[in-house]
């Protein structure tokens, strides 16, 4: 189901909590509205939908990838650059990884561990900051 974006910063600030096997249909939700913002997004968190759980969306290549629980494990080469929000104003400054390691739970909940690179690494920091309670 397509949901709303939030866009209230003191929300998006907050810490999200881990995502459970009872979290499956919040996942369909970020991706439904994912692609319902397809011409204007290639990510998105549970929180900007206004959910604190540990779930993220993104487009890799052509399809829309989703993660329950991701962290990073791994980062490096680290750069400067310029992003966007859905859920916020402008272009804000931050410093990305040009690669990343990523521990996540897939969409059965099974434990995977993967390498991301360039724009799609970028992508998967900027929602993981979601997560953390951390906007640019």
């Not at 980062?75 to 104003?89: A, I, N």
């Not at 390691?101 to 434990?111: G, K, L, M, N």
Request: aromatic share 8%; net charge neutral.
């Amino acid at each position: 189901m397509i949901k709303n974006i939030v866009k209230v910063e003191l929300a998006l600030r907050r810490p999200s909590e881990p995502a459970t096997v009872a979290d499956t249909a919040v996942g369909q939700d970020l991706l439904d509205t994912l692609a319902a913002h397809a011409h204007e997004c290639v990510g998105m968190a549970a929180n900007m939908i206004g959910l604190h759980k540990r779930i993220i969306v993104f487009a890799d290549g052509s399809r829309n990838r989703l993660m329950f629980n991701p962290e990073i494990t791994k980062q490096f080469q680290p750069y400067e650059t310029v992003e966007g929000c859905l859920s916020l104003q402008g272009q804000r400054p931050t410093t990305r990884y040009k690669k990343i390691t990523v521990r996540y739970q897939d969409p059965s909940f099974a434990w995977r561990e993967e390498n991301f690179t360039g724009f799609t690494a970028q992508i998967i920091q900027h929602e993981i900051d979601h997560c953390n309670g951390i906007i640019i």
